[in-house]
Nanobody, 115 residues
Framework: QVQLVESGGGLVQAGGSLRLSCAAS????????MGWYRQAPGKQREMVAR???????IYEEFVKGRFTISRDNAKNSVYLQMNSLKSEDTAVYYC?????????WGQGTQVTVSS
């Protein structure tokens, strides 16, 4: 059974940093492209960054240079280091596979950036 558990969110001032973690119970995790997504209040869920099994990464323009995605295949985990946070980064952050997310999303982790 697929299980995605995100953690590491919190309240931070603008310019601060957070590191999110995701523990993923997914078969063949090391072969899966994993992504971080986010959903702000009143907005649709959007892709933030993704990483394939080989470690190649792609970032959306609005986080380039500020966020870093990484993974540890031995731990079935994916991480998101977020620096220089802005108020517009406030959202619930989720991890899931890409490009076809598993239907059962985790609970997400709330990131709130105060200006």
């Amino acid at each position: 059974q697929v299980q995605l558990v995100e953690s590491g969110g919190g309240l931070v001032q603008a310019g601060g940093s957070l590191r999110l973690s995701c523990a993923a119970s997914i078969s063949m995790f090391s072969l899966s492209t994993m992504g971080w997504y986010r959903q702000a209040p009143g907005k649709q869920r959007e892709m933030v960054a993704r990483i394939n099994g080989g470690g190649d990464t792609i970032y959306e323009e609005f986080v380039k240079g500020r966020f870093t995605i990484s993974r540890d295949n031995a731990k079935n985990s994916v991480y998101l280091q977020m620096n220089s946070l802005k108020s517009e980064d406030t959202a619930v952050y989720y991890c899931n596979t890409y490009p076809n997310p598993k239907p059962h999303w985790g609970q997400g982790t709330q990131v709130t950036v105060s200006s």
